[in-house]
């Protein structure tokens, strides 16, 4: 069964940046695209953006453009998140969800990784 | 790009159908087959239970099901049990590889 095992939680100051990653292991990581998607507390799910693990070729929500980076490292399995500048609203639990390259839905998922930026 | 709207709240009693809508436009939900279900349990990571508009993966009942006229996607929950009751959220493919999720909607078993 595919698995997908994310870092833990983070606490961070206004302005810092936070980098999330997610671990896949039971699968060909490159077979895969990796979503990120967050959601704020008591808050639904919103869709940050994906990253083909086999070309590095990402696609980021106009929300998030200029203050995300979604990059991988295919020799260990990993996909990382980076959020900058953040700001209270960040404040949310990360998911990352995998989708079979070509399919258009998230077939799993990571746990969840809760940042919490507080002064 | 706008979230889906969904109704945030449903019930119903056990063994009865409820149907969850999703409305978005003709740049998402009415321009591709691509609409996904996802449940979610407090403090859970959500679970795909549908797929391009009407698929189920392996292991999800088949009570429950999907469908899609025009702009609007449902999710229908027939023979409603207990541990149905949780967090639906749909999302779908919105074109130029971007996915857009729906606000929720709370399922109550009364």
Known sequence: QVQLVQSGAEVKKPGASVKVSCKA?????????????????????????????????????????????????????????ELSRLRSDDTSIYYCGASVVGDFHFDYWGQGTLVTVSS | QSALTQPPSASGSPGQSVTISCTGTSSDVGGYNYVSWYQQHPGKAPKLMIYDVSKRPSGVPDRFSGSKS?????????????????DYYCNSYAGNNNWVFGGGTRLTVL
């Open chain 1, 25 to 81: 292991s039971r699968y060909t990581f490159t077979g895969y695209y990796m979503h990120w998607v967050r959601q704020a507390p008591g808050q639904g799910l919103e869709w940050m953006g994906w990253i083909n693990p086999n070309s590095g070729g990402t696609n980021y929500a106009q929300k998030f453009q200029g203050r995300v980076t979604m990059t991988r490292d295919t020799s260990i399995s990993t996909a990382y998140m």
């Open chain 2, 70 to 86: 025009g702009n609007t996607a449902s999710l229908t929950v027939s023979g409603l049990q207990a541990e149905d009751e949780a």
